[in-house]
């Protein structure tokens, strides 16, 4: 299933590695390195799915995340956190931030892969108005 991605993450280790699954698996892949900029290319591009870092040198990937639910416009982007922070909590937080999914650092293929599909096929109902 075809897809754009837009990935918000600062480091380029990271970014890298799940660029090159993704982009192996057939989607299509935004970069942005900055919580501000994620959300002006989230406006502009409307991707059909967010990946978002939590440590950003700007807002943070909570901060971006309500503002990005907090939108009529992009809302409906399902927004999966990517964090290396494993602490117990953290997962609630970012779903009190709006974050629709979770994903815990390192990055594992089959389950960022597996994730993503389930979402996008979700976000892909939202966006045409049919059943979801
Ligand atoms: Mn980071």
């Known amino acids: 299933m075809p897809g754009k991605i837009l990935y918000v993450e600062d480091n380029p280790q990271n970014m890298r590695l799940v660029k090159k699954i993704l982009i ?3 989607y299509e892949v935004l970069e942005a390195y900055e919580g501000l900029v994620g959300i002006a290319t989230a406006a502009r591009e409307q991707p059909d ?3 978002m870092d939590i440590n950003l040198p700007d807002i ?3 901060e971006a995340t309500q503002r990005l639910k907090a939108s009529p416009q992009l809302s409906w982007i399902p927004i999966i956190a ?3 922070n494993a602490m117990h ?3 609630d937080n970012c779903l009190a931030a709006g974050c629709d999914g979770y994903l815990a ?3 594992m293929k089959n389950e960022l892969l597996n994730t993503v599909s389930v979402f996008l096929s979700q976000s892909t109902g939202a966006r045409s108005g049919g059943v979801s």
Do not use: H
Request: charged share 15%.
């Open 24 to 26: 192996a698996a057939g």
């Open 49 to 51: 799915l967010i990946l």
């Open 60 to 62: 943070n990937g909570l």
């Open 82 to 84: 990517v964090t290396a």
């Open 89 to 91: 909590g953290d997962r």
């Open 105 to 107: 650092k390192p990055v």
